[in-house]
């Protein structure tokens, strides 16, 4: 007698079918959770000092770090004159299909340089994102390859570029190490576009939006730049604060959560101002010569004079447009120190931008190089007091 088989019905293979699927699903989004590679470095802003340093060079998703790139090259176009801070862009139908976090612009919306500096810096606005790349390289993959290039020459060796946003994408990759640098650069090179990233909130067609980057408000210094997450990369974020005239910069791959982030970057941060107030090794042995060397080595005292290259009605660029007037001159202004003067003025405190502690000679033939790449600068005498501070604090 044959043996009766009972078949399975069609409800019962459709779940089947369903449940496999669902748990294939499951299975690559634990999968691409647990891609997210923990790094963290942190760097001396003016002369790239290492002060923490775990897996920096790991090659990690960097999300929507990406922007930083994406707004380094839009600051370019504007310094360059190609665009300017109104011009127009226009929305194509790629840039409205982005998924969030977006303005959500219609195709055919304009939107300015200005308003689209905004969108990214504070908003992370990814449709916004495809807008830029497409008015600057025609094509967002065009872009792409000028953002990896813009890579290579400032020092990013580990970073490849496939779109604006940070969207996943298996080509987009870069490092900690890398990420330091871009911020570096964008500190050192736009001092005056830097700022946008410390602003807290923005208001697009009556609604307002706020930053991701709450660091901001809750970390004394801190005054950019951006955040990141898409589930493969974790929490990502890249940060600069400032404080006594020194500068770090801290980025984190791969936060558990946004807060969790946030509280080991303040650390980080924390960690690499305590390692600034202390010597490195080699300065200590500089500092230290053998008695027959101490005559030919001796050093005269720091000179009493300075140099005056801007002032500004905020600490960071005020100090940037200084410390970019020491990279340009080493020789002249690098013995020299950093020193924001406040002048209190009716409405608002004016920061003057100078380094002190040169000679006479030095700030004169200082400004008058400085002159000839058409950066303000006069020499100033300062007063004892005024350096017995700066030397104290």
């Given at each position: 007698m044959e043996e009766n088989v009972r078949q399975p019905s069609t409800s019962s293979r459709v779940r089947t079918v369903f449940s496999a699927a669902l748990a294939a699903i499951l299975v690559c989004l634990l999968a691409a959770g647990a891609e997210a590679k923990y790094a963290s470095f942190v760097m001396d802003s003016m002369s790239g000092r290492v002060l923490h340093d775990i897996n920096s060079d790991t090659r990690n998703y960097p999300a929507s770090l990406t922007k930083v790139m994406t707004l380094y090259l839009l600051f370019e176009a504007v310094e360059s004159g190609?665009?300017?801070?109104?011009?127009?862009?226009?929305?194509?139908?790629?840039?409205?299909?982005?998924?969030?976090?977006?303005?959500?612009?219609?195709?055919?919306?304009?939107?300015?340089?200005?308003?689209?500096?905004?969108?990214?810096?504070?908003?992370?606005?990814?449709?916004?994102?495809?807008?830029?790349?497409?008015?600057?390289?025609?094509?967002?993959?065009?872009?792409?390859?000028?953002?990896?290039?813009?890579?290579?020459?400032?020092?990013?060796?580990?970073?490849?570029?496939?779109?604006?946003?940070?969207?996943?994408?298996?080509?987009?990759?870069?490092t900690a190490r890398d990420m330091a640098i871009l911020a570096k650069a964008m500190i050192r090179d736009f001092p005056d576009y830097y700022p946008y990233f410390s602003i807290k909130a923005f208001t697009y067609r009556g609604k307002t939006y706020r930053s991701h980057n709450t660091l901001l408000k809750t970390y004394d210094g801190a005054d950019g730049l951006k955040t990141g997450y898409i589930r493969a990369s974790g929490y990502n974020l890249v940060t600069s604060a400032a404080r006594r005239g020194q500068r770090v910069i801290g980025v984190v791959f791969g936060g558990k959560s946004a807060r969790a982030r946030d509280r080991h970057m303040a650390k980080l941060l924390d960690k690499g101002f305590r390692k600034l107030d202390t010597k490195p090794p080699a300065a200590m042995a500089k500092a230290a010569p053998s008695p027959a060397s101490k005559r030919r080595q001796s050093k005269p005292a720091p000179g009493d004079w300075g140099v005056q290259v801007g002032a500004y009605y905020q600490f960071a660029p005020a100090y940037e447009v200084a410390r970019k007037a020491v990279s340009r001159l080493p020789t002249l202004l690098g013995d020299g120190s950093i020193k924001v003067?406040?002048?209190?003025?009716?409405?608002?405190?004016l920061y003057r931008a100078r380094i002190i502690h040169i000679t006479r000679k030095q700030a004169y033939r200082a400004c008058r190089l400085l002159k000839k790449s058409k950066v303000p600068c006069f020499a100033v005498r300062i007063p004892k007091k005024a350096l017995r501070v700066a030397s104290a604090g």
């Open positions: 190609h665009l300017t801070m109104d011009t127009q862009l226009t929305t194509s139908a790629k840039a409205v299909r982005q998924p969030s976090s977006k303005l959500g612009l219609k195709r055919g919306d304009k939107i300015s340089v200005r308003r689209a500096i905004l969108a990214l810096a504070v908003k992370s606005a990814n449709d916004v994102a495809v807008v830029v790349a497409e008015a600057l390289g025609k094509t967002e993959r065009k872009f792409a390859l000028k953002m990896t290039a813009k890579a290579r020459r400032i020092g990013m060796n580990r970073t490849t570029f496939r779109n604006a946003s940070g969207l996943p994408h298996r080509g987009q990759l870069s003067v406040t002048r209190a003025q009716k409405r608002k405190t």
